[in-house]
């Protein structure tokens, strides 16, 4: 069994930066995996980027290529999302989420039923 806990959401402007964390407790293995989507009023949920455990590659959606990055910290069992030059469309719910998968692909990594644990989400809203 998995357990996330989210942190970081909140209120910025237009163009400024936010580093969302997600603590696990848990088993990982070698086929783990933890990612984060984000579901905006009306609209399904989206992937936003994911990260392989062992060997930390990375999987971005086109839309938040260049402006996010994914990192994890093994020692501290957490994965971070940083976003910069935020955007008002960016504004959503943003969940944690994680996974044991068997193949490493954006087409497998980018679908939120391939994932086993979720967080209870955290609040990212930009507006000026």
């Known amino acids: 069994q998995v357990q996330l806990v989210e942190s970081g959401g909140g209120l910025v402007q237009p163009g400024d930066s936010l580093r969302l964390s997600c603590a696990a407790s848990g088993r990982t293995e070698s086929s783990y995996a933890m990612g984060w989507f984000r579901q905006a009023p009306g609209k399904e949920r989206e992937f936003v980027a994911s990260i392989r455990w062992s060997g930390g590659t990375t999987y971005y959606a086109d839309s938040v290529k260049g402006r996010f990055t994914i990192s994890r910290d093994a020692a501290k069992n957490t994965v971070y999302l940083l976003m910069t030059s935020l955007k008002p469309e960016d504004t959503a719910v943003y969940y944690c989420?994680?996974?044991?998968?068997?193949?490493?692909?954006?087409?497998?990594?980018?679908?939120?039923?391939?994932?086993?644990?979720w967080g209870q989400g955290t609040q990212v809203t930009v507006s000026s």
């Open positions: 989420a994680a996974g044991f998968f068997r193949q490493f692909t954006i087409p497998t990594m980018s679908q939120w039923g391939n994932y086993n644990y």
